[in-house]
């Protein structure tokens, strides 16, 4: 057995292993379609009014990635997103901060796979929209071929309640 750290309680030595303890419903990566990198396709909103939007242009950028230790991030951007004036993040004027966070959409933590009902919650750790955070998203999956679809439930977007679909491909 290897040990990977001690700890020095009242002048006596205690060896530790790390324990990692792995989502219960992560399959194994031979098993379960979502695990690699994905490129975004399309990014669409479906409004109540059945009318489409595409909130980050007809060629989004980003990319979505699952590991077989269950853990996920993904990054969704418009293209062509204007620079800071100044080149220094901390230095960027309200309407740019503004602009660039609409612009953009960034989350990660862990996920669990529901191949019956496919279904994949996102267990949001961290997020550039902190109210994500500590929260689960469910995402509807269809597979077809190389592309991977992940819709929304009814969610708030906009000031209207929308459901959001992304496409990404292998």
Avoid: C
Wanted: net charge positive; glycine share 8%; charged share 25%.
């Amino acid at each position: 057995d290897t040990y990977r750290g001690k700890v020095n309680i009242d002048h006596q030595l205690i060896y530790f292993k790390p324990v990692i303890t792995p989502n219960k419903n992560v399959m194994k990566e031979e098993t379960n379609p979502l695990i690699g990198t994905w490129k975004a396709k399309s990014f669409v909103v479906k409004r109540k009014n059945q009318t489409l939007h595409y909130p980050f242009g007809d060629n989004p950028g980003g990319q979505l990635v699952y590991t077989k230790e269950g853990r996920f991030s993904t990054q969704l951007r418009q293209r062509g997103r204007i620079p800071v004036k100044s080149g220094d993040i901390t230095d960027a004027s309200h309407e740019e901060m503004a602009a660039n966070f609409r612009g953009f959409i960034s989350y990660y933590g862990t996920f669990d796979f529901d191949p019956k009902n496919m279904v994949v919650l996102h267990h949001v750790k961290g997020s550039l929209f902190p109210n994500w955070e500590n929260d689960s998203l469910k995402r509807n999956v269809r597979l077809e071929g190389n592309q991977l679809e992940l819709t929304t439930e009814p969610t708030f977007y906009g000031s209207e309640d929308i459901v959001a679909s992304v496409v990404w491909e292998r």
